[in-house]
């Protein structure tokens, strides 16, 4: 499997874009690791180390996200919002199988596809539409993000 940013998953607001870059890069840098040829302890560190991640980074994401909502009055969202809990949803439940069993082929493998599959659905989808929504709404006027 494979993840890599390019630009068709550009919401053209710099904030959202850089955070969704840094996403794929965690993700990307998981998966060009040979975890088979891992020792079962390193192969646990570095599912690990990208759990504490997308735990931390992707909430922090997500409350920008939806920052941008609430203050823009965006109509959409509620149901926005509902797809990030869905996500920590699945994520808390990745978290426990790893706590549980450690970092078998099953958790890597759904880690990686939850991530990937996801994310880039969306961003496709719902970023995309709430950023054409935040530009079209006059939005960027007022405030100090960057539209690229």
Known sequence: MEIQWHEGLATGVDTIDKQHKEIFERIAALISVDLETLESEQRDAALHKLLRFLGGYVI????????????????????????????????????????KEGATDLIVTATQNQAVDWLIKHIKGTDQKVTAFLKESGYFTKAKDKVH
């Open 60 to 99: 922090d994401h997500f409350k920008a996200e939806e920052e941008f909502m609430t203050r823009s009055h965006y109509p959409e969202y509620d149901q926005h919002k509902k797809e990030h809990m869905e996500f920590l949803k699945s994520y808390s439940s990745l978290v426990r199988m790893f706590e």
